[in-house]
DNA sequence: TCTGGGGTCCTAGGACCC
DNA sequence: TCTGGGGTCCTAGGACCC
């Protein structure tokens, strides 16, 4: 078998327990104490310190069920506060760009690098500066994978947390690789979720190494292409392409959430939703994009006996980035597959069928829709300006309500928005 | 009582066409 | 009326990611 696997092509950097090493930035008090992050509505786990998982603290895990473990070892309580960690993730980005010249983001907190041949050359010492770095203009923790392609960056990044080491370096023989390979699970490998593990573990194939030298022909014939592309990059092949640009090449917007509280009045959904849809919109004219499909669907719990999850969904007449017409569709969907007596959940609103603001067509039939058109665009744009510049929400559609209401997600445990928000500046206080 | 949100890609199957 | 291959497009659902 031809490969090259231990060619540096590509770093993964990984945040440590991005969410709760973003509460210490500006806590440094919960330096080395156990510290969990909640879902939105704070539902269950999302993120643990290295402190809580050796807790034993499960991933995922309903807050309620772990309550008595967390108050027995004073473990640290966070909601999730996203725009906190988006603003981290900027800068963790941003400092690592300021290294390597240009990151993949991949996620909020992880990003590859293609190395460059001159940067492949001092590879580990270009990863180990990244880590300092990070460390020191950020304050944020980084795991470093460098290897041949990206699902084994993603593999050795694993290999560094295990081993506790800051930068895992797959520049071995084939042989050292294969015999590291063989102690680790299979679905450990990115792109191998529960349902295939349980299909190739049922072929007898349990670790990387299996899946490494597993029979080519099978896989592409029980899994898919996308699982062979996989083992191809586990021979040091790359074939797994950056995903493009997001901003342009994003297929839906999707806003949803979980009530705080059972919903069971049909306004109060409609107030939800016209809060979604408005989300939604900003989200759609950020990226200089309008939509022709609009979706919603509203759900009572998965636990409930009465289960039951209805959609609905509209092609709209013309691609639009207005609010208002959004959330008249959404109004109208609402009416047509809301049932009484039902104890809703959570709801959510997507829009599809998403094309560019920069070429919207013209009506040639009907002139004055179209500057109609252009004058609500031009509305949208200065409600978006003053709702970034004032804060979200300054301005807002009297639809969503005007109190606070049932549907609106528990955050009882939301640190301060640091870096977004005047008013929560931390504040430093001197002893003399 | 309480169980996240936001995405992408692939496949199978049906409708429709020649 | 039935016969057949082959292509495209769409949708629903499954699987995965963090």
Redesign the pocket.
Known sequence: MQTHSSEPRFFLIDCNNFFASCERVFRPDLAHQPIVVL???D??V?ARSKEAKALGIPM?E?E?KLRPLLERHKVHIFSSNFSLYGALSKRVMASIESLVGSVEQ?????CFVRLKPSQAVNALEIARAIVQRVQQWVGIPVSIGIAASRTLA?LACHLAKTYCSEVFFLNGSEEQHDSLFAEIPVQEV????????KRLNEAEIYTVYDLKYADTAWIRRKL???ALNTQLELRGIPCIEE?TAPAE??????????FGE?VYAQETLAHALTAFVSRAAV?LRKNKLLAKGLAINIAS?R?SEQYTDKSWQISLVRPTMDTQVLIEAARQGLAKIFQPGIPY??A?VLLFDLSSSHVRQGSLLDLSAMSHELRRDTLMHTLDSINSRYGHGQIRFALEGTEPEAWQ?KQERRSHNYLGNWQDLAIAHCKN
């Open positions: 879902s939105n509505n539902g269950c999302v995922g309903a309620f991949y996620s909020i907190d992880e993603k990115w792109g191998i979720g529960r349902r295939r593990a898919n292409v996308t995903s090449a994003r297929k839906t917007i999707v806003t949803s959430r979980s059972k989200r719990s636990f959940a959570r959510g997600m």
